[in-house]
């Protein structure tokens, strides 16, 4: 798949399915970018007040909306990284959002009552950070980067700004999520 904006798939309607995000309250809309991407968006009013956590980690960036995971707010331009087994005590997208998110393996659901997160979260605002000269590493496999760099295999890339994603070993100019497939 070449270059895609991801706000032409919102124009064309976003294509995918409705799924039941577990623990949540009501559907959201998820297509599947490639193999490990995919874009949801949550509809205003979406919440999920179940408590519990996922056995893989999970990566995602904010295009638009508000999103709020365990009491962190995220913001458009925000990437997240939240390790396998992360409790997660609450979410809500009070306006609705749109988010693309990459999981590092099964996304299976286990629920808990425990009450507070128990493991570390990131929340990175990736239009304004500064990055070190050999890029950012925002969690296992990902890094933020400046500087266009070719790499030995194809990765998913999303360019901070004009939210473009690609599939690819050239990465484009500007500032660049780098994610390598796990």
């Known amino acids: 798949m070449g270059t895609m904006r991801l706000i032409d798939l919102l124009d064309a309607g976003l294509p995918g399915r409705d799924v039941l995000i577990p ?7 998820q297509a599947r970018l ?17 408590r519990g956590h996922y056995l893989a980690g999970e990566e995602f960036v904010l295009l638009e909306g508000e999103l ?7 913001a458009p331009g925000h990437h997240a990284w939240l390790p ?23 996304a299976a659901w ?16 990736l239009e304004a950070v500064v990055i070190p000269a050999g890029g950012l590493p925002l969690g296992p ?13 194809p990765a998913e890339m999303v360019t901070v ?22």
Do not use: K, N
């Open 23 to 29: 623990g949540s309250t009501v559907p959201v809309r």
């Open 34 to 50: 490639s193999c490990s991407a995919s874009i949801i968006r949550f509809p205003p009013g979406w919440t999920r007040p179940r």
């Open 68 to 74: 709020r995971v365990s009491g962190v707010q995220y």
């Open 84 to 106: 396998a087994g992360t409790l997660r005590h609450s979410g809500a997208a009070p306006g609705g959002a749109l988010v693309i998110s990459w999981f590092a393996g099964t």
């Open 110 to 125: 286990v629920a808990s009552d425990l009450d507070e997160p128990d493991g570390p979260s990131l929340r990175t605002p």
């Open 141 to 153: 496999s990902s890094a933020l980067r400046d500087t266009p760099v070719t790499l030995d295999r």
């Open 161 to 182: 700004g004009t939210w473009t994603w690609e599939l690819s070993q050239l990465m484009p100019g500007g500032r660049v999520l780098v994610r390598r497939a796990t």
